[in-house]
């Protein structure tokens, strides 16, 4: 589509563009600098004076697709009465509120102002089932991360120290099941779970593979940064959710320190003022879970602070935060122990399962409520991953939607940050524990527009590897914009009611130069695309390790003709050419 964007306050930190009056003009899907009068006279102009325009929403962890997002659909019909949408000329029916259905999900991100999910972990085997979700999940472009750290062959390569034909593997993988990046689940810990055993520091070695997960967390940053990829490695730490497990999260952190980010990529960079490319070697997923201090539920307290210091001294890291914003959720992951232990908790229904030779996986429902003091520690510590942590560029605002809470609470969250009026207001009406376990109460400080703009679009664009064409409106980028009915010279963060209000509903959502959304009503739903990433290793290297791979595949229960994923389960299959070493 071609639009121009007239006069509204833009804040795009990609380009440093911090709420100057602007037009953004976008011809054929992409920015560009202008649109000629006869152009213009043709386009679609959408008046946003008085308004804050920026670029479209991008989440770089999200639980949307896959076999275990479709477990919690299943196994909650609870969850699907009460949250309907009708069917009309241009939008499928759905249903589902912490775990919508597919084309629910698709026009809810997008009612918000959102453009581009990634979805969090794809376990191999699974990925063509995946892969048809994200198909049938309109208007957003998607992307998955490859669930690695539990990985047979993975872990029978690093643990021999041939990390040259770790990396190979690696590469291949990620073509063969079309995903994006490296994912690291509880490493070595899974695998121990098929014992009903878990791993309990970084330097237990697990059961017959002899492997321990500070190894695997090594082996996979240093294959990440020779492969070259987009995002740096994406871990979901060990011993999550448990009191105490700060200090295994703030030890995970050293291990890649050492590893100098590589991110090498054949592709067209949309035009930025700040260095699009990524420079961290961890992007550490879910702070919140992984920051519990103390040593039982009755003594824990917030370990956010601790974190949050090692990580304001050091370069090498990026986290998102998994917000609780209080309410419903379905906790799903690949960290199978982690949900038992919320089974023992709560005694809920739940599923767990075991996906042969890769990794796990567990679902279980989950209400946070003002009333526990757990539960209203963990709201408070969600905010402090974003507020302690001073530089925005090492953040990146989630609720690991549906774990902390459905991402239709992103408003809630987005509040809370800017306002600290809003935060008081939460403060009293939740668990003292809130206050007395958590610094939050003790931070006064309050997001401006900018900021936001760099934990919701920038920097998860930026630290995945995909600035050179989302999270910024630089010419050559996509034309994805927001425009929220915010006035940025009138905006009071102590009138907290009207930015919830402002947030849930973008006034103008547009993808690819096409109006997508108006007040949080479809209004069009054009094609969408699917990112992975073709590595490039020497064809020497994948044929010695394919020998081995096919060696061991004959303890898979399906054959290796049937373990691809081929690029017509993809809907615009856009491959992302990554030059390895
Ligand atoms: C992410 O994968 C991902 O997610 C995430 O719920 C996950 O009883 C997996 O409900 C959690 N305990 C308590 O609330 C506190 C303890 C209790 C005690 O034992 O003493 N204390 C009190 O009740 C205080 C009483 C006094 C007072 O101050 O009121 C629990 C409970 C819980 C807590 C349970 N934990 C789990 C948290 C959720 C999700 C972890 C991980 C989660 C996993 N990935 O004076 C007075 O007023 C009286 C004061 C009271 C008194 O003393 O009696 C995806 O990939
Ligand atoms: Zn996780
Ligand atoms: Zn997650």
Redesign the pocket.
């Known amino acids: 589509g071609t639009i121009a964007i007239k006069n509204g306050y833009v804040f795009d930190p990609l380009n440093e563009i911090k709420g100057e009056i602007m037009d953004i003009f976008i011809r054929d899907g992409k920015v560009v600098k202008e649109l000629s009068a006869a152009e213009l006279k043709n386009a679609k102009v959408i008046d946003a004076s008085g308004m804050t325009v920026m670029p479209g929403g991008v989440d770089s962890h999200s639980?949307v697709a896959g076999a275990k997002v479709n477990a919690g659909r299943q196994m909650r019909p609870e969850d699907h009465y009460k949250a309907t949408l009708k069917k009309t000329s241009l939008t499928h029916s759905g249903s589902g509120y912490t775990v919508p259905s597919v084309y629910k999900q698709g026009y809810d991100y997008a009612a918000m102002g959102y453009t581009t999910v990634f979805e969090?972990?794809i376990p191999p085997i699974e990925a063509r089932h995946t892969h048809e979700e994200m198909k049938a999940t309109p208007l957003l472009d998607m992307g998955g991360y490859l669930v690695l750290g539990n990985n047979f062959f993975l872990m029978r390569y690093i643990r021999d120290g041939d990390i040259e034909k770790a990396a190979a593997y690696v590469a291949w993988m990620m073509k063969t099941h079309k995903t994006y990046g490296i994912k690291c689940?509880n490493p070595a810990g899974v695998e121990n779970w098929g014992w009903g055993k878990n791993v309990s520091s970084l330097d237990e070695a697990n059961i017959h593979f002899e492997i321990t997960p500070r190894e695997v967390i090594k082996g996979l940053a240093e294959i990440n940064e020779r492969l070259g990829m987009p995002m740096p490695l994406h871990l979901?730490a060990n011993n999550?959710?448990h009191p105490g497990c700060y200090a295994v999260t703030k030890d995970s952190l050293k291990i890649p320190a050492g590893v100098k980010p590589r991110q090498n990529l054949d592709v067209e960079w949309a035009e930025t003022k700040m260095d699009p490319s990524r420079d961290r070697s961890v992007y550490l997923?879910?702070l919140m879970?992984n920051s519990f201090a103390g040593t039982?539920?009755?003594d824990c307290e917030s370990g956010v602070k601790d974190i949050a210091d090692y990580i304001n001294n050091k370069d090498h890291v990026v986290i998102d935060s998994?917000c609780t914003p209080f309410g419903e959720a379905t906790?799903?992951?690949?960290?199978g122990p982690?949900?038992h232990d919320?089974y023992t908790?709560?005694g809920n229904k739940w599923s767990n399962t075991d996906v042969e030779m890769e990794c796990g996986s567990g679902v279980i429902p989950?209400t946070?409520l003002k009333s526990?003091?757990?539960?209203s520690l963990?709201w408070a510590m969600g905010l402090e991953c974003l507020l302690l942590i001073n530089d925005p560029w090492k953040t990146i605002m989630t609720t690991?939607s549906p774990?902390g809470g459905p991402f239709t609470k992103y408003p809630e969250v987005m509040t809370w940050l800017m306002s600290e009026a809003f935060r008081k207001q939460t403060f009293s009406e939740c668990?003292?524990?809130a206050n007395d376990r958590s610094e939050l109460g003790g931070v006064n400080r309050e997001l401006s527009l900018y900021d936001l703009a760099i934990l919701t679009r920038a920097n998860p664009a930026k630290t995945i590897g995909m600035a050179h064409r989302k999270g910024s409106l630089g010419v050559g980028a996509d034309g994805d914009v927001t425009v929220y009915n915010i006035n940025p010279q009138q905006l009071d963060p102590n009138n907290y009611e009207i930015l919830l209000r402002t947030f849930r509903k973008a006034e103008y959502t547009v993808k690819g130069g096409e109006i997508v959304a108006v007040k949080g009503e479809i209004v069009s739903v054009p094609e969408k695309r699917t990112y992975y990433s073709e590595v490039h290793v020497e064809d020497e290297r994948e044929k010695e390790m394919l020998a081995d791979v096919k060696e061991w595949f004959r303890y898979y229960t399906l054959g290796f003709a049937n373990y691809p994923t081929s690029e017509k389960y993809l809907e615009n299959p856009t491959p992302i050419k990554v030059n390895g070493e």
């Open positions: 639980h969090a972990a689940v979901h999550l959710g997923t879910h879970f039982t539920w009755g998994g906790v799903m992951t690949g960290d982690a949900i919320l908790l709560t989950f946070y526990n003091p757990v539960h963990q690991d774990n668990h003292k524990w």
